[in-house]
């Protein structure tokens, strides 16, 4: 999977006190309802906090957050990955993370087995973009980001 790029998140819950995560199995699943999907490893020291959890929120960290993906997969020796972290509480109550690009928070609403792992799929009860700064993606097993482009205008005869 390390020649597919993708998008790094951190999933947060609010289990006595923050929890979170790095992940980057995150994919949309549905828009009506709206559902996400996130793979969750069953070694990972949180994993029955996320699966149990009947909140989260997913937070798409941008380019200039990659020691944020370091300390929530566990890469450095924080004892607890929030100390330090600048973060408010979402309307779900789980930690959005200062400085992300945006965030979806989630109801839980199904979780299934995936060998070593568990997919769980949440409802989006609330989506909200917080800046405008690059993704942070993970690709051939090291961080990058995008380039900047610039769009066209869309024809004026486009109807939406």
């Not at 699966?51 to 450095?76: C, E, I």
């Not at 405008?132 to 690709?139: A, E, N, Q, V, W």
């Amino acid at each position: 999977m390390r020649v597919f790029p993708q998008g790094v998140t951190v999933v947060t819950t609010d289990s006595g006190g923050p929890k979170g995560l790095t992940v980057s199995s995150f994919t949309s699943v549905s828009l009506d309802p709206p559902l996400v999907l996130v793979s969750i490893a069953k070694g990972s020291a949180i994993h029955d906090l996320l699966r149990d959890a009947k909140f989260y929120a997913v937070n798409f960290l941008a380019d200039d957050q990659k020691s944020l993906s370091d300390r929530f997969a566990g890469r450095t020796q924080a004892k607890d990955r929030f100390e330090g972290v600048s973060f408010s509480k979402g309307a779900t109550g789980s930690p959005v993370i200062s400085g992300v690009r945006a965030v979806l928070e989630c109801r839980a609403w199904r979780a299934y087995e995936g060998g070593d792992h568990s997919i769980l799929i949440g409802e989006v009860v609330s989506a909200k973009t917080l800046t405008s700064k690059r993704p942070l993606i993970y690709f051939q097993q090291q961080y990058t980001t995008t380039e900047p482009v610039e769009y066209p205008a869309p024809p004026s005869d486009i109807v939406w």
